[in-house]
């Protein structure tokens, strides 16, 4: 599943060079050119990460910071002072970087920040957010209420990206997490995470792969 960035920055030329670069590399690449903008774009996009301009129009980068919940934001600026690097970390950026800026460099300390978030315990695919630390599930910032049921099979799923899991497999992945779920139920379970998953923003997430088992979308 590709990984998605937002590109929070006004300079076109500038934003144009950075999502050439990303998208050559494998990432789904998403652009908002003011702060305003912006919050609408988190919501929409569901963002893996977000690179994050000082100077924008309307909110500006720093006043944006607060807004941004369990995503990581690297901030990218011209703004090289010590106290400006030190405001923003402490302001709730998981890294910062200064323009100009050596390419690998930044695709590096992009990789840095998606791997921290993966072994933090949060797990994504496309709009779908999983916290393995508080069984907390959201789809596009939305709630999500599961059963044990529902939930294990989520996670293997997710675990699996957009991949075909046997039932075989996703019974045996779900076991220690709920062990009264049996085969002949499986179905129903999975009819119900499809439904809940789908009433919270109308996407259709999970696939049935006929005689073998299921499959998250891309």
């Not at 500038?14 to 990303?22: K, Q, R, S």
Request: aromatic share 6%; net charge negative.
């Amino acid at each position: 599943m590709e990984k998605r960035i937002l590109i929070v920055e006004d300079d076109k030329s500038i934003g144009d060079m950075v999502g050439e670069l990303l998208t050559k590399n494998g990432y789904l690449v998403f652009r908002a050119y003011s702060g305003t903008e912006a919050l609408t774009e988190i919501t929409s996009c569901s963002p893996d990460l977000i690179l994050l301009d000082l100077t924008l129009p309307g909110i500006s980068g720093s006043d944006l910071l607060p807004y941004i919940n369990n995503v990581p934001v690297i901030v990218v600026s011209a703004k090289a002072g010590i106290e400006d690097k030190v405001e923003n970390l402490l302001g709730g950026a998981a890294d910062y970087i200064t323009k100009p800026f050596d390419t690998k460099e930044l695709l590096a300390r992009i990789s840095v920040q998606l791997r921290n978030r993966e072994n933090n315990g949060v797990l994504s695919h496309g709009a779908i957010r999983l916290n393995i630390s508080d069984y907390t599930v959201t789809v596009k910032g939305i709630p999500v209420k599961l059963t044990k049921s529902e939930y294990a099979i989520l996670l293997t799923l997710m675990k699996n990206g957009g991949k075909v899991v046997t039932k075989e497999k996703i019974m045996t992945d779900i076991e220690s997490l709920t062990p009264d779920c049996e085969e002949s139920s499986l179905r129903t379970h999975v009819g119900n995470l499809r439904h809940k998953l789908k009433l919270a923003d109308g996407n259709d997430y999970v696939e049935a792969v006929w005689g073998i088992g299921y499959k998250l979308k891309s």
